[in-house]
């Protein structure tokens, strides 16, 4: 790239803890993990934490950022705390509904999201 910038990789892994220690085998200079959802990222953390890689403490001492997906509480309560994405659920599902009952074709709909910036990246 001209900018520099390494190309994000993309690496799906078991279900698991262990995964993130079978990440940083295969990608060892990995900075960065997006879960496909905050128990995922959660179980990731828990295997850099066994592989020493994730530290209690701010963003910024972290050699491994995590951001999960879903705003679990549970991210709140652990350490260091999950950063994630928020979605509006209950908005999501107001808005399905309505549009069931309405019926009117296909529809694309913005609700939006929010990234929550915490301990883990």
Do not use: C, W, Y
């Not at 900018?3 to 060892?28: C, D, F, T």
């Not at 399905?96 to 019926?103: I, K």
């Amino acid at each position: 790239m001209a900018s520099g910038l390494a190309e994000p990789r993309r690496l799906i892994l078991e279900r698991n803890a262990s995964g993130s220690v079978a990440a940083h085998a295969k990608l060892p200079d990995v900075d960065a993990v997006f879960a496909a959802n905050d128990a995922h990222a959660i179980g990731f953390m828990s295997g850099l934490r066994k592989a020493g890689l994730l530290r209690d403490g701010p963003a910024s001492a972290q050699p491994v950022a995590v951001i999960g997906l879903g705003d679990l509480e549970m991210g709140q309560l652990i350490s260091p705390t999950l950063s994630t994405i928020s979605v509006h659920g209950d908005a999501i599902g107001r808005t399905a509904a309505t549009l069931t009952l309405e019926r009117g074709g296909e529809r694309r709909i913005d609700l939006g999201f929010e990234l929550v910036l915490r301990d883990s990246g």
